[in-house]
């Protein structure tokens, strides 16, 4: 069998920058221990890999398996880890396209309770100016109707029990 590979998810508001952050800082250290956190981009999280899988683009899901095939081969690494906070919008099935039946697949979630979840986010879109913070109920509504689908982690589970296993995720 091939390396395991690590693919955490999201979700967004959970901490995933953080341990983004930490991974990127610490490549050597994890190497030392097994642990590759591949650079591909110009970012600490995966986001070119999570922008090409998004797309669902025949071209970018092809750049994606290219870009994450190199850097699973050029580690000498037991375990591979690919990170960002949005993953969990793709579909899985592009998972298993773009690393391999060759290798152990883990998918990784890290999920918040959902009104506290919903609030950070909320805050997060008002501080960036994503959102008009008046009338703060319309502004809330607004907000709930462009975010519904990031707090609905138990869809995005199932579907990727379903795909890898239940012990995989």
């Not at 199932?158 to 012990?167: I, S, V």
Request: contains cysteine; hydrophobic residues 40%.
């Amino acid at each position: 069998h091939g390396k395991r590979v690590i693919v955490h998810i999201g979700w967004e508001k959970t901490g995933a920058s953080a341990l983004q952050a930490f991974c990127n800082r610490t490549r050597a250290w994890l190497a030392e221990r097994g642990v590759s956190y591949p650079a591909i981009g110009r970012h600490a999280q995966h986001l070119q890999l999570y922008f090409d899988l998004a797309s669902g683009r025949a071209d970018r899901v092809a750049r994606a398996r290219r870009a994450c095939k190199a850097a699973i081969e050029a580690s000498d690494a037991h375990t591979v880890v690919f990170s960002h906070e949005s993953l969990h919008e793709c579909s899985p099935g592009l998972f298993r396209q773009v690393i391999g039946d060759e290798h152990e697949i883990q998918i990784v979630a890290y999920i918040r309770e959902p009104v506290e979840q919903v609030v950070s986010f909320f805050v997060t879109r008002l501080r960036f100016g994503q959102v008009a913070p008046w009338p703060l109920l319309a502004a809330v509504r607004g907000h709930l109707q462009i975010s519904g689908r990031f707090h609905d982690p138990m869809t995005s589970l199932t579907a990727l029990k379903n795909t890898f296993g239940p012990e995989s995720v």
